[in-house]
């Protein structure tokens, strides 16, 4: 059996189809979520990715981290 303790709960979106439900999950769990930005701002995130040899995704979950202070890398 699972320890739910520890696991970080995400309430419904103020947009789009609501969920019917809370979803729960692990804290190094991954979540997709779909973000519309600029094509400018994702020129740059491609950017960044390609010379330093990382996934957009990595890139990405990095920048929201620092944006959000938190510490330690996004993801390993």
């Known amino acids: 059996m699972k320890d739910n303790s520890s696991r970080i709960e995400l309430p419904p979106a103020r947009t789009g189809r609501p969920a019917a439900r809370p979803r729960r999950y692990a804290p190094d769990e991954l979540v997709r979520f779909d973000a519309r930005i600029p094509a ?4 740059q995130l491609y ?7 990382r996934s957009v995704t990595a890139v ?3 920048l929201l981290a620092a944006a959000l202070e938190c510490r330690g890398a996004a993801m390993d």
């Open 47 to 53: 950017d960044v990715a390609l010379i330093d040899g």
């Open 40 to 43: 400018r701002l994702a020129k």
């Open 60 to 62: 990405h979950a990095d």
